[in-house]
Structures are given as structure tokens and as C-alpha cells.
């Protein structure tokens, strides 16, 4: 298959849906914004932005610096272009795109980007700027494929297993992703300001070291399960997006031959 996808999003739920694509026969481009803020970054293809190669069960993914090598490379492997307004995603080459930002708004995509549109969450109405939404709330609406209207505005993770930051600063890691840590264990500081497990487990997302945080913003993930396969393998939350996703897609593909 020699269709080339531009997902919108390298962190852990767009490279869910890379990698289920990519792994299906599609050629995967990940479009990301210059300074990558996911905390899962074991599962996150935007991780390539900072160490210009990753890989994800077994998928590889590099950083390429324009359009046209990442177009070429997409061929062998998934590839990651800085391009945070989605100027590429243009590319006459690139037949369908998927955002993935997950930001409960739309940064401006559009139906002109590609021959199929899909977007992931709140903030999109199909029909319209999209083909289809993909809803990605835990719960049984999780997945549900909607080809008219839009979503309200959703919270899509586990909040209870965030941490986020007290204030704004330099933030210094203590324990990173796959340390087992016990509720009170302190686990890095912003600034002068200790950060604090709230819970029993294993850290399965942790912001990058020395990374310029902001109050509120999430900088840490623990997740009650101790085991590190909860750190380097694709949430069963992600495989079902992504298996919408190629659903969506498969019904566009024998509907219309894009």
C-alpha cells in the first residue's frame, strides 16, 4: 500500500494510531510542533523531535527536515517533521490526515488537507472541517466513529494519575520513566518547589529533564499498575483509537477508492 498518512501529534495516542497504520501498510508522517511536551515518551513518537530517532514496539521513527525526505523515508520507516501550523500536510502526495493534537480545539484543519480528514476528540465538527471524529473518552463511547456533528469538550486521560506542576521553572528529575515510587517519594522539583508522588506505582510519564515547565501543566504520570510494560507498551486505550481509526479509514477506502 503506498498511501502516506499525515497525523497531526507524535504523543502517545497519535503514535498509537501510527504505529496501527504504519503496521497495516500505510506510509506514516508525524507532524509535530518544535518542543514536544508529552510525558509518555516511551510511547511517543515526538520524542524523535529531541533524540532524532525512536521506536515504538518495534517501529522505528526518525526526524527528517523537510517534506520531501520525509516523504522519501516514509517508505522504509515512520517519519517526524517539525511543522506545528501543518503548512506540509498540503503535500498533494499525503491522501489522508488525522489530528491528533488533542487540545479540545482546532488548530486549523481542514477538509482541503486531504481526500479523507479525521479528527480525534472535541473541537471539530464533521461534516464540515472534518470527515469524522473519532472519540477518544474512556468509557463505552470510547472509539465511536461520528460522520456528522461534533464532540463536547472531553477529558480523554486518567486524571487521577497526573501530576501536575505547582509553579512555573526548570524542572530537575529525580526518578524517570520506569521507577517504582511510593506515595510521598519525592520525584523531582520545579525551581526550589518538591514534586511529590501521590500515589503508590510506576512512573510511566515523566516531562523531560531540565524542560521549562508552567503551573498546571502535566508533567508526570504514575501509574498504579507496577509493571514496565506500562511505560514502553501502547495503552489498550490507544489500540482502540487507532483500531477506529483503520476502521474509518478502511470504510473510506472501499467507499470512495481515495
Given at each position: 500500500?503506498?498511501?502516506?498518512?499525515?497525523?497531526?501529534?507524535?504523543?502517545?495516542?497519535?503514535?498509537?494510531?501510527?504505529?496501527?497504520l504504519y503496521k497495516s501498510g500505510f506510509r506514516v508522517i508525524i507532524f509535530e510542533k518544535k518542543k514536544p511536551t508529552t510525558?509518555?515518551?516511551?510511547?511517543?513518537?515526538?520524542?524523535?523531535?529531541y533524540e532524532k530517532e525512536v521506536r515504538v514496539e518495534g517501529v522505528l521513527a526518525t526526524?527528517?527536515?523537510?517534506?520531501?525526505k520525509?516523504?522519501?523515508?516514509?517508505?522504509?520507516?515512520?517519519?517526524?517533521?517539525?511543522?506545528?501550523?501543518?503548512?506540509?500536510?498540503?503535500h498533494e502526495d499525503i491522501t489522508i490526515v488525522i489530528d491528533s493534537?488533542?487540545?479540545?480545539?482546532?488548530?486549523?484543519?481542514?477538509?482541503?488537507?486531504g481526500k479523507l480528514v479525521i479528527g480525534i476528540g472535541s473541537g471539530f465538527m464533521a461534516?464540515?472541517?472534518?470527515?469524522?471524529?473519532?472519540?477518544?473518552?474512556?468509557?463505552?463511547e470510547l472509539g465511536r466513529i461520528s460522520y456528522e456533528g461534533t464532540l463536547e469538550k472531553i477529558e480523554y486521560m486518567n486524571c487521577e494519575y497526573e501530576i501536575k506542576a505547582n509553579n512555573n521553572g526548570r524542572i530537575k528529575v529525580l526518578k524517570d520513566i520506569g521507577n517504582s515510587v511510593k506515595k510521598g517519594d519525592i520525584i523531582a522539583y520545579v525551581g526550589e518547589d518538591e514534586i511529590v508522588a501521590h500515589r503508590d506505582g510506576i512512573i510511566s510519564g515523566m516531562i523531560r529533564n531540565n524542560f521549562k515547565v508552567e503551573k498546571?501543566?502535566?508533567?508526570?504520570?504514575?501509574?498504579?499498575?507496577?509493571?514496565?510494560?506500562?511505560?514502553?507498551?501502547?495503552?489498550?486505550?490507544?489500540?482502540?483509537?487507532?483500531t477506529s481509526v483503520f476502521q474509518c479509514v478502511c470504510v473510506f477506502l472501499n467507499k470512495y477508492e481515495i
Open positions: 500500500m503506498n498511501r502516506i498518512v499525515g497525523i497531526r501529534g507524535g504523543g502517545p495516542i497519535a503514535t498509537a494510531i501510527g504505529c496501527h510525558t509518555k515518551r516511551k510511547v511517543s513518537f515526538a520524542e524523535a523531535v526526524l527528517t527536515d523537510n517534506i520531501e520525509a516523504i522519501e523515508r516514509s517508505k522504509d520507516h515512520v517519519s517526524v517533521l517539525i511543522d506545528e501550523i501543518g503548512r506540509e500536510l498540503y493534537i488533542l487540545a479540545n480545539k482546532n488548530f486549523g484543519t481542514n477538509k482541503i488537507m461534516g464540515e472541517d472534518v470527515h469524522a471524529i473519532i472519540n477518544p473518552n474512556r468509557g463505552s498546571d501543566m502535566e508533567i508526570a504520570y504514575i501509574d498504579p499498575h507496577d509493571h514496565i510494560k506500562k511505560c514502553i507498551n501502547i495503552s489498550s486505550h490507544g489500540r482502540v483509537i487507532g
